[in-house]
Nanobody
Framework: QVQLVESGGGLVQPGGSLRLSCAASGRISSFNSMGWYRQAPGKERESVARITGTTITAYADSVRGRFTISRDNAKTTLYLQMNSLKPEDTAVYYC?????????WGQGTQVTVSS
C-alpha cells in the first residue's frame, strides 16, 4: 500500500508562486513515476507534470516554463514549484504514484489564483 498526502495549496494573487509538497509512505520505489494532476470545477482531471526517477520530467504545454516538478527520494517527497500563476491554474491539485499494479492518489490540495 501507498499513502500520499499533499500540502502547500492556498490562495495566491496572479503572478505569484506556490510550492506544493506530496509526502509518500508505504511501498515506494524511486524508479516508479510520480506526478501532479489537477481538476478545475466542471472539468476533467488533467496531467500537469510527471517525473520518473529524479531526472526524467514531462509537463503539460499550459505549465511548461512556469512549473517545476522535483523529487527528493531520501525523503520520498514530491514537489511542484509553481511560478507566474494565472487564474486558469485554479484547481484541486492531486499527487499520484504509479506502482506496477495501480495508480495511487492523494486527497488533493486546493490552489486558488485570484486578486
Amino acid at each position: 500500500q501507498v499513502q500520499l498526502v499533499e500540502s502547500g495549496g492556498g490562495l495566491v494573487q496572479p503572478g505569484g508562486s506556490l510550492r506544493l509538497s506530496c509526502a509518500a509512505s508505504g511501498r515506494i520505489s524511486s524508479f516508479n513515476s510520480m506526478g501532479w494532476y489537477r481538476q478545475a470545477p466542471g472539468k476533467e482531471r488533467e496531467s500537469v507534470a510527471r517525473i520518473t526517477g529524479t531526472t526524467i520530467t514531462a509537463y503539460a504545454d499550459s505549465v511548461r516554463g512556469r512549473f517545476t516538478i522535483s523529487r527528493d527520494n531520501a525523503k520520498t517527497t514530491l514537489y511542484l514549484q509553481m511560478n507566474s500563476l494565472k487564474p486558469e491554474d485554479t484547481a484541486v491539485y492531486y499527487c499520484s504514484y504509479d506502482s506496477f499494479e495501480r495508480t495511487y492518489w492523494g486527497q488533493g490540495t486546493q490552489v486558488t489564483v485570484s486578486s
